[in-house]
């Protein structure tokens, strides 16, 4: 798409290159957003056991991150394509409000019907979040540059991860998980003062028109399908009419919502991006990590606090190895790609490093043999994420038309999205289907205080079983981060362009 001359010269129409300063004033805004999501799914992860059982079964417990991650898969595209309408601030903002919203219908939940609703209006804002920041990163950085402000978007989701533990645990344990939620109104009305003084964002003004038919079938196809792998496995069988009923709904929505992208005047997902050989692999690259890693990763404080015992608090400064290895890589490989001016080879070193992680997780258990392979395991999968997720958002970006990077970047976000709610109700019905019949599911409604039921061989035998369950889970994880390997290796390498091709705009 771009030869050498388009790569280092500068579009005769291009909007003035912003400064240092004001590239920082604009992230300063990003990270006002973006420290809400970063902190909150942290500190839930931590908390997640302790809200099954208060409100509901283990059966439930995917479901907590599930609808967090559906209404976000479905969201970030929409918001990409809102975002050229009305301008990335009113919509960043926007995004904000929304997912303050969900966090109080979660902190009011008196049933996991409630929690999982408000989970699922907290992922449309965190949804729009994500994708909004990328967006506006390449708005403003040119993609030669753009590796040497990574670290400063991942320093937002590596202080998340060790503040998120920390508060999660203690408020789980000291006060209630649901402060959990409450804290993410006053972070959630300081991002949007922050946000109105800081994103000045270029606005392009343009008609548009919002693909309401496509964002509705998109939405239709991808719950149909998130419903069928989370309940198919327990509540309903594979074979069962409601579920080949739910597949083929998926599966017909989702050929109507193809068919119609082809024909829409301004296609939620325009098809014409998956004609570009990089998006033609990192769409499937981030799908295939994010089910890897959404999927994995939310089982990971289960383990350590159902199994081993550990505090909420503990178990979530257990977690901290994965998000060192998420900061370090991405930091590392952004000055490297900056410098270097390449990134081919960052998403196989990840896609190898995530493989790494899910073997060493295999082998995890409750001894301090086990406990170090886990801890170990965990650096691996930090490592993989930070390096593989970053750089392919960073060569989509280079890959297209400055006029298709809202939809390019949303659409890089929706698949990691899509395929991370996959995972998660894949591995929900995978644990399902391990523990099912082997056990007395009642036992299961607490899970963190299985270690002290008083009937010994009851409690080895249930410890047993979900210890199993769940490394079965890294097993089965395995082949599919090797699938990574495979695909990564097919990414082509394209020079990174100078300028960001933004055309003479007003502010917003």
Not at 324 to 330: D, K, L, M, N, Q
Not at 432 to 458: E, F
Request: hydrophobic residues 50%; aromatic residues 8%.
């Amino acid at each position: 798409m771009y030869g050498a001359k388009e790569m280092s010269a500068k579009p005769p129409h291009a909007a003035p290159d912003l400064s240092r300063r004001e590239i920082l004033t604009v992230f300063i805004g990003l990270m006002a957003g973006l420290s809400l999501a970063s902190l909150d799914s942290t500190a839930v992860n931590t908390a997640i056991a302790t809200m099954v059982a208060d409100l509901g079964g283990l059966s439930a417990y995917a479901w907590i991150g599930t609808a967090y991650l559906l209404t976000s898969t479905v969201s970030n595209a929409l918001f990409g394509k809102l975002s050229d309408i009305y301008g990335r601030r009113p919509m960043f903002q926007l995004a904000i409000l929304t997912f303050i919203i969900g966090s109080i219908g979660c902190a009011v939940a008196q049933s996991m019907s409630v929690l999982v609703i408000s989970r699922g209006v907290q992922g449309i804002g965190g949804g729009g979040l994500m994708s909004l920041a990328f967006v506006i990163i390449g708005d403003t950085v040119p993609p030669r540059e753009r590796g040497r402000y990574v670290g400063m978007i991942t320093s937002v989701f590596a202080v998340g991860s060790v503040l998120g533990p920390l508060v999660g645990g203690f408020f789980t344990e000291q006060l209630s998980w649901r402060w959990i939620f409450i804290i993410n109104i006053p972070i959630g009305i300081v991002a949007l003062i922050i946000t109105s003084a800081a994103l000045k964002i270029p606005l392009q003004k343009r008609d548009h028109r919002v693909d309401w038919l496509g964002s509705a079938l998109l939405t239709s196809s991808v719950t149909c399908l998130i419903l069928l792998l989370s309940w198919s496995s327990e509540e309903y069988g594979w074979t069962s009419a409601f579920s080949v009923t739910l597949g083929l709904a998926a599966a017909l929505v989702g050929i109507a919502f193809v068919q119609w992208e082809k024909k829409a005047p301004e296609p939620v997902m325009p098809l014409h991006l998956f004609k570009i050989d990089v998006i033609r692999v990192t769409v499937p690259l981030v799908a295939f990590t994010g089910t890897i890693i959404y999927g994995a990763n939310a089982f990971i404080p289960l383990f350590l606090q159902a199994v081993t015992g550990v505090s909420p608090t503990n178990s979530g400064l257990l977690l901290v190895p994965i998000m060192v290895g998420v900061t370090f890589a991405s930091i590392t490989t952004g000055r490297l790609t900056t410098r270097s001016g390449t990134y081919r080879h960052w998403p196989i070193l990840g896609a190898v490093s995530l493989t790494l992680g899910m073997v060493f997780l295999s082998a995890m258990s409750d001894t301090g043999l086990g406990m170090t392979s886990a801890l170990v395991g965990m650096l691996f999968v930090g490592s993989g994420i930070g390096s593989i997720m970053p750089t392919c958002t960073l060569a989509t970006q280079n890959a297209v038309d400055w006029h298709d990077l809202g939809v390019a970047s949303a659409a890089i976000t929706f698949f990691r999205s899509l395929g991370g709610a996959i995972g998660l109700a894949a591995f929900g019905a995978i644990l399902n289907s391990q523990i099912t019949g082997k056990v007395d599911k009642a036992l299961l409604q607490a899970p963190r205080k299985i270690t002290s039921i008083p009937d010994v061989d009851v409690r080895n035998s249930v410890l047993d079983v979900l210890a199993n369950g769940i490394k079965f889970l890294y097993i089965v994880a395995i082949p599919v981060a090797i699938i990574v390997i495979l695909i990564a290796i097919k990414l082509p390498g394209r020079p990174l362009r100078q300028t960001t091709g933004a055309p003479a705009v007003s502010v917003d």
